[in-house]
């Protein structure tokens, strides 16, 4: 089966701190995708990439990047955390064949 | 741009009972349209996905979907529901061009009473 595998479950960072989240997937997908998940307001696309260092901007890009310089690997980096980027974090990964495969989650606390 | 509305964010159930959790969408072009389940601590699991011919679709753990074009609805149903059901679900749809990108919608979890 295919893995995405996210490299924390859970981070506290102090506001103004760079963050790196970290996103591994084993299938060879060309596809990775990062959303943030609120209460109420469901999954919200932040970053995409259809391949090696290409990427597209999602609905809520501001304050956020990111960075594939390996098919495998997708990262998303906040540049100068805030509290209110506090939230959960899902890493996907995706082929036309194969669908959507997300990754465990990323619940980060920015104090 | 497409969207997605589930009409709900709690849906309350007793264990045995029929569940229903509703899903609208807009799309200006033929959907795809996906229900996903997350448990607690989780990541987000497929339940069942539409993308074209039988209208009626079945899913894991019972979980069936209808998608009605006229309506814009993709409904999900269970007939008997478990405690196990308990969880968030997501009704999603793609949206034009390039990568597959998906819209979800707010989410509604689903609490089962003993």
């Known amino acids: 089966d295919v893995k995405v595998t996210q490299s924390s479950r859970y981070l506290v960072k102090r506001t103004g701190e760079k963050v790196f989240l970290e996103c591994v997937q084993d299938?060879?997908?060309?596809?990775m995708f990062w959303y943030r998940q609120d209460p109420g307001l469901g999954l919200r696309l932040i970053y995409f990439?259809?391949?090696?260092?290409?990427?597209e901007k999602g609905d809520i890009p501001e304050g956020y990047s990111v960075s594939r310089e390996k098919k495998e690997r997708f990262s998303l980096i906040l540049e100068s955390a805030s509290t209110n980027q506090t939230s959960m974090y899902l890493c996907a990964s995706s082929s036309r064949d194969r669908g959507y495969t997300f990754g465990s989650g990323t619940r980060l606390t920015v104090v | 741009a497409q969207s997605v509305t589930q009409l709900g964010s709690h849906v309350s159930v007793s264990e045995g009972a029929l569940v229903l959790l509703r899903c609208n969408y807009s799309s200006s072009v033929p959907p795809y349209l996906f229900w996903y389940v997350q448990y607690p601590n989780q990541g987000l699991q497929l339940l069942l996905k539409y993308t074209t011919g039988a209208t009626l679709v079945k899913g894991i753990n019972g979980f069936e979907a209808e998608f009605k074009k006229s309506e814009t609805s993709f409904h999900l149903t269970k007939p008997s529901a478990h405690m196990s059901d308990a969880a968030e679900y997501f009704c999603?749809?793609?949206?034009?061009?390039?990568?597959?990108?998906?819209?979800f919608g707010q989410g509604t979890r689903l609490t089962i009473n003993p």
């Open positions: 990439s259809y391949d090696v260092k290409m990427k």
């Open positions: 999603a749809v793609t949206r034009a061009g390039g990568a597959q990108k998906l819209v």
């Open positions: 299938m060879d997908h060309e596809n």
